[in-house]
């Protein structure tokens, strides 16, 4: 593995032995992520304080150095890079994660940058990966990768996204069908059953504590199983919606609600679904789509309210589909998904319609193929990704989908891998992890990242 090294970022107040501390701008395992044509010529690099204010900013053309001048060690810093071409187009970019400096052990702060719009794969890679698991971001630093088929599927991965390499696994209390961060995101929700086996339950693991604890069902949900391996929905407050009528195993209409400080409520829907999608839209709530051939096609449930409203569309059998909000105000995107085996439109939906609602198809050509258990991603302004597995080679499929105009970009990843598990992560950047290799059935170790333009 090459690494590309800019010289310092001068900490003031350290011990002699360690005046600098050296900024190490990293391509990973895509080592010519700075050569190859159109090469970058001109590197930025910027200092951020807590508030992602710039407070230092200089500029190196790659390989060169660079001094971001003196910081306090007690200074809370994260540090960002943009690699330009000679016409000056952005080609590469990176984050790091705020630190404050003092704390950073050893004399190297480290930032992976990547070739913008497409997968790259950061330094080291996992140390045991999982097919068809689930994945979470814990203390807005490590993803965790745990459940699915694997060696032990009650184990833990994580990735380290400070010093980009994996960090000390462990074994959860059981094998996760569904992962819940709430609180400052060390503490964790997890849904499945005990890894000896035994009924669905839930435990709280508290990280910074060290301690686990079992999950008490709240009122009007007699198991966790009703919604064990239903996807979750994070609001624009922090609350979590674990949305039993997602999953394919089995149809549920059972939400469990889980409040930032650990609380938990459910919620019923109007009628159980299989498969459905469901996300949050600022301005109407949790908005549940398709899943049924007899229920409203969408339902939404406002914040803080006990009940969800049934809006006026007719039924929507879609499987398998992702439901993402637009960025445009009260739009929804339904991509992806199976209807009566085949492939879905992409189409357009407004969740606040209060009569005779319909959707609108979507060009977009490039899902044509028929594509299920879909995840939906907004990059940036019309701009989205959809994670899903295709419905014939069950290969873990990525699409780019672009609004105005309207196209659909496949997004090949760097190692072709079925059962792949995709997270957002605290660097901006979506990451699909685990999965089996399609070249060779191995397990695919290496995280895979995109970023947007």
């Known amino acids: 593995m090459r690494r590309l090294l800019f010289a310092a970022l001068v900490v003031g107040g350290c011990t002699p032995a360690t005046p600098w501390l050296s900024l190490e701008i990293t391509p990973g395992h895509e080592t010519d992520a700075f050569s190859r044509e159109p090469a970058i010529t001109t590197m930025t690099i910027r200092a951020l304080n807590s508030g992602q ?10 390989g060169g150095t660079f001094s971001l001048g003196e910081f306090s060690p007690d200074e809370f810093v994260s540090l960002e890079v943009e690699g330009r071409d000679a016409t000056n187009d952005v080609r590469v970019r990176g ?30 890679a996992l ?12 203390g807005e630093r490590f993803l965790l990768l745990t459940g699915g088929t694997g060696d032990d599927p009650s184990r833990a991965s994580y990735y380290d996204l400070f010093s980009f390499g994996p960090a000390a696994g462990g074994v959860l209390p059981r094998v996760a069908e569904t992962l819940v961060v709430v609180g400052s995101g060390t503490t964790l929700l997890v849904i499945g059953k005990p890894s000896d086996g035994g009924a669905v339950g839930g435990s709280w693991v508290d990280f910074a504590a060290g301690t686990v604890t079992d999950a008490e069902l709240p009122n009007g949900l007699d198991s966790f199983a009703s919604v064990a391996g239903g996807g979750v929905v994070r609001s624009a407050s922090g609350e979590s919606y674990v949305v039993g009528g997602t999953r394919t195993s089995s149809a549920s209409d059972r939400v469990l609600v889980v409040g930032q400080d650990g609380s938990l409520k459910a919620v019923r829907l109007t009628s159980p679904r ?22 409203p096609g969408l339902e939404t449930l406002s914040a803080g309210a006990s009940a969800f409203f049934a809006r006026a569309y007719v ?27 085949k492939a879905a439109a992409t189409r357009s939906l407004s969740p606040g319609c209060a009569a005779a609602c319909t959707s609108t198809t979507i060009d977009a050509n490039g899902l044509a193929a028929a594509l299920t258990h ?3 991603y907004l990059a940036g302004p ?19 989908i672009t609004l105005a105009p309207s196209a659909v970009y496949d997004v090949p990843l760097r190692e072709p891998r079925s059962g792949a598990t995709a997270l957002s992560t605290p660097l901006g950047s979506l990451a699909v992890l685990g999965g089996t290799r399609i070249s060779d059935g191995q397990p695919a170790l290496t995280v895979e990242s995109w970023t947007a333009p």
């Open 374 to 376: 879909c995840q939906g």
């Open 382 to 400: 019309g701009l989205l990704l959809a994670v899903c597995e295709d419905a014939a080679s069950h290969e873990t499929a990525v699409r780019r």
């Open 274 to 295: 299989l498969g459905a999608a469901a996300a949050w839209v600022d301005g109407v709530g949790l908005v549940v789509v398709g899943g049924s051939i007899s229920a």
């Open 53 to 62: 204010a710039v407070i230092a900013a200089t500029e190196s053309a790659p």
């Open 95 to 124: 984050r790091s994660m705020g630190v404050t400096l003092g704390d950073v052990g050893g004399t190297f702060f480290p930032v992976f940058a990547q070739r913008v719009n497409e997968f790259a794969r950061p330094p080291s």
């Open 315 to 341: 039924e929507d059998p879609v499987v398998g589909a992702a439901a993402v909000a637009s960025g445009n105000p009260g739009e929804l995107l339904l991509i992806g998904g199976l209807l009566d085996g």
């Open 127 to 138: 140390t045991e990966a999982h097919t068809g698991g689930v994945a979470a971001s814990v």
